[in-house]
């Protein structure tokens, strides 16, 4: 089991890599979501998404970037769950819970904890490299 996480972190460290100093890897499609858990996480990261990009206007891309970004999570986390713990996390979301507290309520075994926990660490550091490409740009106008 240990073996498996150590894996994944290790491909989702070469992926982080590969995001930072390659940055056109970064503009790719996003990835379809599950039908069954997809239409929830559409709306929760198309709201989030809003929000985030008309407080520090981003643009058109990087809103795209980081809708791509948080899809791919979502897909991630989908994959650790079971069924009856995506209904229940659908569940909890459409109760207007955000994504981490939806997760928090959700009775997770110890190997699925550390999974999701490094799923969204994976997404906050691109989620911080496209910021921050933003911030750059601005720096440099």
């Known amino acids: 089991?240990?073996?498996h996480l150590?894996?994944?972190?290790?491909?989702?460290?070469a992926i982080l890599a590969?995001?930072?100093?390659m940055p056109g890897i970064a503009l790719a499609a996003p990835v379809q979501l599950h039908t069954t858990s997809g239409v929830i996480f559409a709306q929760t990261t198309k709201t989030v998404s809003y929000s985030t990009s008309s407080e520090i206007n981003l643009t058109p891309l990087q809103s795209q970037q980081l809708q791509?970004?948080?899809?791919?999570?979502?897909?991630?986390?989908?994959?650790?769950?079971?069924?009856?713990?995506?209904?229940q996390l659908t569940h909890n979301l459409r109760a207007g819970n955000n994504i981490n507290q939806a997760l928090v309520k959700l009775n997770l075994q110890p190997e699925q904890q550390e999974l999701v926990k490094a799923i969204v660490q994976f997404t906050n550091l691109k989620m911080k490299a496209i910021s921050s490409r933003h911030s750059l740009k601005l720096e440099q106008k």
């Open 18 to 21: 590969l995001v930072l100093f």
């Open 1 to 3: 089991m240990a073996i």
């Open 68 to 87: 791509a970004v948080r899809q791919r999570r979502n897909k991630e986390i989908g994959a650790v769950l079971n069924p009856s713990q995506r209904a």
């Open 6 to 13: 150590i894996k994944r972190l290790f491909v989702f460290a």
